[in-house]
């Protein structure tokens, strides 16, 4: 008898049990890796490394950091130290959606004035819609810092270009750069401050060109003027590049086209690409604009193709009025 009314106690003291086993488990398996008394988020939120990308300015960024300041950096030397351990937060954060911003009262208030307002005049219109979210200056700091931990990593301790490239093709494009950032942005960074990994991120960047993700071939295309920037060309590139044009994939045709136009502009084969491109009217007025800008890089070996660019610069699309017109001013006005 004492067994039965004690029963409903026990019951319920066991299932108390199990859920605080099972909270302590899932807690224990979301919690980062720390050193120094913080986590690896905490570490990407404080590199100074990236403050020109935290706190962005209208001054040029430099890829090239001052003598020792990778050394004098406690964040990245922070998760250098955690090496394999912080790769599984690198990979999460590279691939996370943009974060609501955080809107201060006054922004709240003064949002809430303009409805306000707009409802008081426009009695029976519909509010607008949320904006779509952007990745804002902090989040692509952190980006740009996780993939610059994976690459600095090295393929040896679980990270690498393909690691970086793979996660950062995986996150959402709100603006067209998944993760709002770019690896070309990466990539000569870590190439003029840890040349030890140039010879892995040239490997992975041809691996890239052959990706089955399209917007991981993008991305290898896109990191192709950044790794060659005062170097000899990747060997086998630019055929695969030329193959990419072809590629199915739009984005994938344009990153090759630039990559081609911005590293080789005087090639013979390039500028008959370029002009191919121009050409025909059948592809997009972006693609053909990233055309005309190539033709223009070509200087006085594009003297021939002035008149298919003047005809460019005509028609209705604003952009590649513009790209068309530039370009004829670089061939005319060269020295």
Not at 196 to 223: K, M, T, V
Not at 243 to 252: A, C, F, G, I, K
Not at 273 to 289: C, K, M, P, Q
């Amino acid at each position: 008898m004492l067994l039965l009314r004690r029963k409903p106690a026990l019951i319920l003291s066991c299932v108390v049990a199990v859920a605080a086993t099972v909270w302590l488990i899932q807690r224990r398996a979301d919690r980062e890796p720390s050193y120094g008394g913080k986590t690896v988020t905490e570490w990407l939120d404080c590199m100074a490394l990236f403050d020109d990308y935290r706190y962005p300015t209208n001054e040029t960024r430099d890829y090239k950091f001052p003598p020792g300041a990778l050394q004098k950096d406690p964040a990245l030397q922070a998760l250098l130290h955690l090496g394999p351990q912080a790769v599984p937060v690198l990979v999460q954060r590279l691939a996370e959606p943009p974060e609501p911003e955080r809107q201060s009262l006054s922004s709240r208030a003064k949002d809430w004035w303009k409805q306000t307002w707009r409802r008081f005049r426009q009695p029976g219109a519909l509010a607008p819609g949320p904006a779509p979210l952007r990745y804002s200056s902090s989040q692509k700091a952190r980006n740009m810092a996780a993939a610059f931990t994976l690459m600095a990593l090295g393929t040896n301790r679980q990270g690498g270009f393909t690691r970086a490239m793979e996660a950062n093709a995986a996150a959402p494009a709100p603006l067209g750069i998944p993760g709002g950032i770019s690896m070309s942005w990466v990539v000569p960074i870590i190439r003029h401050n840890l040349p030890e990994r140039e010879a892995e991120i040239i490997a992975g960047i041809q691996a890239g060109l052959r990706h089955p993700n399209a917007e991981c071939r993008c991305s290898a295309a896109n990191s192709v003027a950044g790794i060659i920037r005062d170097r000899e060309p990747i060997p086998g590139a630019q055929d695969a590049l030329m193959e990419l044009t072809q590629d199915e994939d739009e984005r994938v045709r344009q990153s090759a086209l630039w990559a081609l136009v911005t590293t080789d502009p005087r090639n013979a084969a390039v500028l008959r690409l370029a002009e191919a491109v121009l050409r025909e009217r059948t592809n997009s007025a972006r693609f053909r604009a990233f055309a005309a800008t190539g033709i223009g890089f070509a200087r006085e070996k594009a003297v021939h193709l002035l008149p298919v660019l003047r005809e460019a610069a005509q028609e209705p699309d604003t952009h590649l009025q513009r790209e068309a017109t530039e370009a004829i001013k670089r061939i005319e006005h060269t020295p």
